[in-house]
């Protein structure tokens, strides 16, 4: 349903267009200067437009007002252009530090508090722990830096940028621009990697905005391999209060080791980001055409309505379960979490010989082996009975060492799922139907 939208809404898009009758068509931009779009359009970055930005880190030489001062140029670098951020850390590239992932630190917390009330010998108060203060306090921060079990933070990108906006906006395109001039050009000292989110209030967290245009069995949610000064966002229109860019490596990071854990460096060098939806300057609030006014309010008709939406009936709740697992496994497969990928996964399971623990031992080898892995699932059909499900899906694996694609993999991939105790569990993974 979601891609008919989507193709509706790009329809009737160009239709609009190539109706347009002004002196000077829409369509006429488009084909000759599409950054004549954007001069029409708010740019909803700007201070002057009431946003605030965060990042990860400033810094005085390079600050990050400098990101939305209207300057694309990379030409007054050395006078303090653009903003500059230098990481250096353990490093787990592309992992996601979900909520609950701290719990270890918390019960080691408890052990510890025990053991001391034992010691002192104290018995007349009970020992407490709060979970909630081991996990992440800054929401900026949140699902990007964790805390090692054998101590300090260990972080999953370089670094950040927040754009706070007044209110909601209703956004579809972010362009970003990084260094790249004669003597810095982007290929060597640009971004490489970069993701877009926004925050959903209804979740408290963020969510990675899907992409168009992406290449097949590409991650919608990042844009890598950059090797050019601009980098353009275009995605499903979403209505968000903040926007985050994360940057995940740059084109002069470096991966070292010390001791059993890996670390990187690098130099996060932005010089400007743009945000855009549909509002117009000459008139704030308003829509920039009448063509885009039939756009904005096509998307709200697309919005689901509450007191009409069909009441889903107790097979729908399960088939949805069903999908829930294989997704919970697709993402902790791409974040190389092992423990929440064995959570969807049966203590019956068995295939070809190999058992759960087998194949705990192999992911566990896999995940190690590889700093990057690109993995998604894509065309879902589930057929169900009460008790059991079979799965069939694409999937497109491609696994990164040292900053370079290794090898790539792609075809179907069958799932067989059984129901105990309304838990739906993986017990069997093939490439070939049973």
């Known amino acids: 349903?979601?891609?008919?939208?989507?193709?509706?809404?790009?329809?009737?898009?160009?239709?609009?267009?190539?109706?347009?009758?002004?002196?000077?068509?829409?369509?006429?931009?488009?084909?000759?200067?599409?950054?004549?779009?954007?001069?029409?359009?708010?740019?909803?970055?700007?201070?002057?437009?009431?946003?605030?930005?965060?990042?990860?880190?400033?810094?005085?030489?390079?600050?990050?007002?400098?990101?939305?001062?209207?300057?694309?140029?990379?030409?007054?670098?050395?006078?303090?252009?653009?903003?500059?951020?230098?990481?250096?850390?353990?490093?787990?590239?592309?992992?996601?530090?979900?909520?609950?992932?701290?719990?270890?630190?918390?019960?080691?917390?408890?052990?510890?508090?025990?053991?001391?009330?034992?010691?002192?010998?104290?018995?007349?108060?009970?020992?407490?722990?709060?979970?909630?203060?081991?996990?992440?306090?800054?929401?900026?921060?949140?699902?990007?830096?964790?805390?090692?079990?054998?101590?300090?933070?260990?972080?999953?990108?370089?670094?950040?940028?927040?754009?706070?906006?007044?209110?909601?906006?209703?956004?579809?395109?972010?362009?970003?621009?990084?260094?790249?001039?004669?003597?810095?050009?982007?290929?060597?000292?640009?971004?490489?990697?970069?993701?877009?989110?926004?925050?959903?209030?209804?979740?408290?967290?963020?969510?990675?905005v899907e992409r168009f245009g992406k290449g097949k069995g590409q991650q919608f949610d990042s844009i890598r391999d950059i090797r050019t000064g601009k980098i353009t966002f275009r995605f499903k229109p979403v209505r968000t209060s903040k926007i985050r860019l994360v940057i995940l490596w740059t084109n002069d990071s470096k991966r070292y080791k010390f001791g059993y854990f890996r670390y990187a460096r690098g130099t996060i060098r932005l010089v400007e980001v743009e945000i855009y939806g549909t509002e117009s300057k000459e008139e704030a609030g308003a829509i920039a055409s009448a063509d885009e006014l039939e756009l904005s309010q096509l998307l709200e008709e697309t919005k689901t309505d509450e007191s009409s939406e069909r009441v889903p009936t107790l097979e729908d709740v399960q088939t949805n379960a069903v999908e829930a697992t294989i997704r919970s496994y697709e993402r902790a497969y791409r974040n190389k979490d092992l423990k929440n990928l064995m959570s969807t996964i049966s203590a019956e399971y068995f295939r070809d010989g190999e058992t759960y623990q087998q194949l705990e031992s192999k992911m566990q080898n896999l995940f190690h082996g590889y700093e990057d892995i690109d993995f998604t699932l894509q065309g879902l059909r589930v057929e169900r009975t009460e008790q059991d499900a079979e799965v069939e899906a694409n999937y497109y694996l491609k696994l990164y060492s040292d900053g370079v694609q290794d090898s790539a993999y792609s075809g179907k991939l069958f799932f067989n799922l059984s129901n105990t105790n309304g838990m739906w569990k993986i017990t069997q993974i093939s490439t070939k139907r049973w």
Request: with cysteine; glycine share 8%; charged share 25%.
């Open 1 to 208: 349903m979601k891609n008919l939208v989507s193709t509706t809404i790009f329809t009737i898009i160009a239709l609009l267009l190539a109706s347009c009758g002004t002196q000077q068509s829409w369509q006429k931009v488009l084909m000759e200067n599409p950054d004549e779009i954007d001069k029409r359009l708010v740019n909803y970055a700007l201070s002057e437009n009431g946003t605030v930005i965060l990042v990860s880190e400033d810094n005085p030489n390079h600050p990050v007002s400098t990101l939305n001062n209207g300057i694309i140029s990379s030409e007054d670098w050395d006078n303090g252009e653009g903003w500059e951020s230098h990481f250096d850390g353990r490093y787990d590239l592309g992992r996601y530090f979900e909520y609950g992932s701290n719990a270890w630190a918390a019960a080691m917390a408890f052990e510890a508090r025990e053991r001391e009330r034992m010691l002192s010998g104290d018995r007349s108060t009970r020992t407490q722990v709060n979970p909630e203060d081991f996990e992440e306090e800054d929401d900026n921060w949140r699902g990007l830096r964790g805390n090692s079990a054998f101590g300090g933070r260990i972080y999953s990108s370089m670094g950040w940028v927040v754009f706070e906006f007044p209110e909601e906006k209703l956004v579809n395109r972010v362009i970003v621009y990084t260094i790249d001039s004669e003597k810095y050009p982007a290929k060597k000292y640009g971004v490489n990697h970069l993701r877009l989110q926004y925050w959903t209030p209804q979740a408290k967290g963020w969510q990675n």
